[in-house]
Every structure is written in C-alpha cells, then in structure tokens.
C-alpha cells in the first residue's frame, strides 16, 4: 500500500501548474521528484500531501481517499518538512522535536512517557541527543536540518515527504542529509518522497524516481530506467553519457558538452 494519486490537476489563479498527473508511491521506498525549475515538483508533492487543493483528480493513501481523513489521523500516516520552516528563537532542539507528538496529544495534557521515549529515539536516530538542551539557531545547518528530521519522525509517520531537504545546505551537509535518509529508510521502514534538484543525490539514494517537465510527468521508474542520455536532453536541454564506474552499484553522470543554447548565454 501507499499513496496513487490520479488525473492531478492544480492551477494557480488560472494558470494551470500541473496537469493529468499520476504517480504511484510504495511506502517502503524512497522516491525522487525531479525536473526543471518551475515544473511543478513541489506542487505535486504539496498536493499529495493536502497543503494545497487540486482541482482534479485523486489522490488515495493506502485505499482510502485523501479527504476523508482527519488532520490528526492523516498526521499519523504521512509527515512533511516544506523547503522553508523556522521555529521561535528561545525554543530549545528538544522542544522543537516534542512539536511533532501533538497528533498524538490529547487537550490540555503533557507528555506521556512514550512520548518521551519517541522523543530521545528521534534524537538519538538522527544523531542530535547531544544538541537538545541547545536554541535551535546554536546549532549549524546541517545539525538544523536534522533537527527538523527529527521533528516529523516524532509523528511516526509511514511516509515522510521532503521539500528539497538539502537546500542551503554545504556539499559535506548535503552528503550527511542524503546518508541519514537512506539510513532511516532502510532500518525503520519509513517510506520517503522527496524533490531534489540534484540529479547525482537522486541517482545515488533513490529506489524509484518522477520526472517532471512542464507540470507533466515524463517518466517514472528506477533511476537505471528513466535516467538516460535522452531524458537529459529533453528534460533539461543538457548532452552527457550515463556511466557505470567499477564498484559502484549506481551509474554517474558525465556531463561533457554545452548545448547551443548555453554557448549563447
């Protein structure tokens, strides 16, 4: 089971954004948005996860229909980290991470004692038990990235769904964000829906990854499928070779020439 989202369409005062949209997600996987800027990723995940209205189509998470669940039951199933967040300055790391409990929280009452145990796993799983009595703006990017990691995982979710999670981030912080990912997917279960706009990351940690072009979906497969020489022009006007290096599992991109287009610019 997951999520299959059918005929999607979303406009923006009148301007269509994305159209005849389907995807379907495994919750076990790690599936990859990419495309262009401007091509619709972030809506489409934006759409699938509710925080934003479609105006046709369907989306269905394991059987039952996205708007038939109550927001606190649907934040049992699915957690999201947008591109942009920020939290008060005097919150502590352990209080931000506490925040993704309350769809578990009954009014007016405090922290039961797993909610608390949520709350340490979440730290330790994701490597900031020892950040936790720091104000959230004392720690680096990467440790604030995986702070707000943190912050969905105490949902329990079967799905967490990423906004381009590596954004702002230095290459050795992008490195660490991608490790964790995988690494959470691969010993919790947790499936993961993410836009990325780096192609290498998308190779390199995906199960199944959706090209978007023009609010379209071009392809959808295993990155050995869909991430071609072919997909590359047409998606992104760019020549390369896809390359297999000894010892690698997964191919690399080799970008070795500009297009016409760039040498104009």
């Known amino acids: 089971m997951g999520v299959n989202a059918s005929g999607l369409k979303v406009t923006y005062d009148e301007v269509v954004a994305v159209t005849d949209m389907n995807i379907n997600i495994d919750k076990r996987e790690i599936t990859t948005i990419i495309g262009p800027n401007g091509s619709g990723k972030s809506t489409i995940l934006k759409a699938l996860t509710r925080l934003i209205k479609f105006q046709e189509g369907s989306v269905y998470i394991d059987g039952r229909e996205l708007g038939q669940y109550k927001t606190r039951e649907l934040s049992r199933r699915i957690a999201v980290l947008p591109q942009v967040h920020s939290a008060p300055e005097d919150f502590r790391v352990k209080e931000l991470v506490s925040y993704g409990r309350m769809p578990y929280q009954k009014l007016l009452k405090g922290q039961s004692a797993e909610d608390r145990r949520i709350i340490d796993w979440a730290m330790h799983a994701t490597g900031i038990y020892h950040l936790r009595e720091k104000s959230i703006y004392e720690v680096s990017g990467g440790e604030g990235q995986r702070v707000w990691i943190a912050t969905v995982l105490t949902q329990q979710p079967e799905i967490l769904f990423l906004d381009e999670p590596t954004t702002y981030l230095d290459i050795s912080y992008q490195y660490e964000t991608m490790k964790l990912i995988k690494q959470l997917n691969r010993q919790t279960g947790i499936g993961v829906v993410m836009v990325l706009h780096d192609l290498s990351q998308a190779l390199e940690i995906s199960d199944r990854i959706v090209i978007i072009k023009d609010g379209r979906k071009y392809s959808e497969g295993t990155p050995d499928q ?14 390369c070779d896809i390359v297999r ?14 297009t016409e287009q760039d040498e104009e610019v």
């Open 226 to 239: 869909v991430i071609t020489r072919r997909m590359m022009m047409d998606v992104y006007n760019v020549r």
């Open 245 to 258: 290096l000894n010892g690698r599992t997964k191919p690399i991109i080799v970008y070795n020439e500009l």
